[in-house]
């Protein structure tokens, strides 16, 4: 499991990015770079990183499913993504 802060700070981050989202599409259009720079950092998408929905892990993310590895194994095994099977050959 994540740390909360972390957690936190994603979803604080996300928020600005959708807060701030035509503002930096209309300035970059203009080509208005010194405005562009007095915006917070943080509403920059570059700036997201995916995480897990369940544990908030960064790392082993698979996007299709919006889970890391662990998650996605855990899940699978227990039949709760449809489609997904073990394979064995």
């Not at 499991?1 to 599409?25: F, G, T």
């Not at 662990?70 to 095994?77: H, I, P, Q, S, T």
Request: proline residues 3%; hydrophobic residues 30%; positive net charge.
């Amino acid at each position: 499991m994540a740390r909360k802060s972390l957690i936190a700070r994603q979803q604080r981050r996300e928020r600005l990015v959708k807060k701030y989202e035509s503002l930096r599409k209309e300035l970059k259009k203009k080509g208005d770079w010194k405005t562009l720079q007095k915006l917070p950092r943080d509403s920059s998408p570059t700036r997201l990183h995916n995480r897990c929905s369940v544990t908030g892990r960064a790392r082993g993310y698979y996007r299709k499913f919006g889970v890391s590895r662990l998650v996605f194994r855990e899940m699978a095994l227990q039949g709760k993504i449809p489609g997904v099977i073990k394979s064995s050959w």
